[in-house]
């Protein structure tokens, strides 16, 4: 790597515009080109000259355009926030905003139900194949002091087989499922009259709230419907590919959203609230275990965001969290937590952080925010089963030799495309 242009420690996890150019073998000009799009994240830093570029998004992207010229590199590049790999009419991620069938989502969560998203989402849509086995009625487990994912999980997969046996046909028979969500994450199944409930006010009469309240849960649900092809939602999608039941499909994207690295991440926020927000009295101190997390997620040895900060797709702030913070009654520890974060790292805090700011804002329980986030998703795992199973393809890649080996039949071999092979 060329010596810095600024005086920075060797650690630092970012890098001048000189040293970015080089890695990645362009000229400064294309830089900013990468920025505006979402490929590279800028931030100007406190005695650096000009703009500083995260070191992990350099190394990411010259990764990407060295793997252009190798087919195999570049089926695996496209697994890790790298090229497409599946056509979607569902949602789009463009230039700092994301829609769901061309509609601004965080417009629409301005004043849609989640029950209007879905109607929105799933416009079009074939419907998945009715269930082929029906789920366990053993409730051995179901009172387990279990963590909150896992008892959704535990309880969602002894569903009655009136659910798991439904073939969604329809806009009714669909939300049907999102109101077994909320039910098996409120802890109880259904009852007939909830089925005529929007969900947010399912929540409000749950929890107790006000119509203020309320209406930061709506729109959290709304904004947390569907996001492109994240960790979940592509799971659901190979799931209902294989010609897995809706309910399996649902159970799988569940499964995936619980993990420590995409919707668990708010269990770990939730954990160190108190701690990270305590030490943040001015813009130049943070919790130590929040630097550590901060420290690792730039330098690579971490998923991004993983502290609650930053997203690969939005450098310059995720518009859901920002949404969400605004419609919260002011909370100034968040405030000078999410400024010293900004200016020591460059980061604005992601949707898993706002989500957990709603549940400590508005005093709900633990384990709100995943909630949150599990509930709206549903919708989007709705819709993304039905447009897999219409797609008629199954998601089966192929796997490629350890140590960059060359494969012995390269027309075999992913190249931004999903491979039909049993």
Known sequence: MPASTHDAPADCPWISAEE?????????????????????????????????????????????????????????????WGQA?????????????????????????????????????WQGDGCPPSVTTQASQNTDGASCDLPEADRALSLWFQAPPSLTQCAPT??????????????????????PQDDATPVHQRLQRHWHLSDAATDVLRRALVLCADHELNASTFTVRVVASTGASLHASLGAGLAALSGARHGGMTALIERNWDEWHAQATNPRTLAPSLQRLLHETQTGQTPSYCAGFGHPLYPQGDPRSRALLAALPPQADAARLTRSVLV??????SLDYALVAVQRGLGLPRGAAFLLFALGRTVGWIAHAAEQVQSGQLIRPRASPPHDGSPTQPEEIATGRVIRFR
Request: glycine share 6%.
């Open 344 to 349: 020591q790292t460059g980061l604005h805090p």
């Open 170 to 191: 329809g806009f009714a028979q669909r939300m049907r499922f999102v109101q077994a969500m909320c039910s098996v994450l409120l802890g109880r199944w259904p009852s």
């Open 20 to 80: 970015a150019a080089a890695m990645l073998g362009v000229k400064r000009a294309s830089l900013y080109s990468y920025v505006s799009r979402g490929l590279l994240r800028a931030q100007r830093l406190p005695q650096h000259r000009g703009s500083s570029y995260l070191l992990s998004d350099v190394s990411r992207l010259a990764r990407q355009r060295a793997a252009i010229r190798n087919p195999t590199k570049l089926a695996h590049s496209a697994l890790d």
């Open 85 to 121: 790999v599946l056509s979607s009419a569902i949602t789009r991620v463009h230039e700092g905003q994301f829609f769901y069938r061309g509609q601004n989502a965080v417009a629409l969560a301005d004043v849609a139900s989640l029950e209007a998203a879905a109607a929105l989402l």
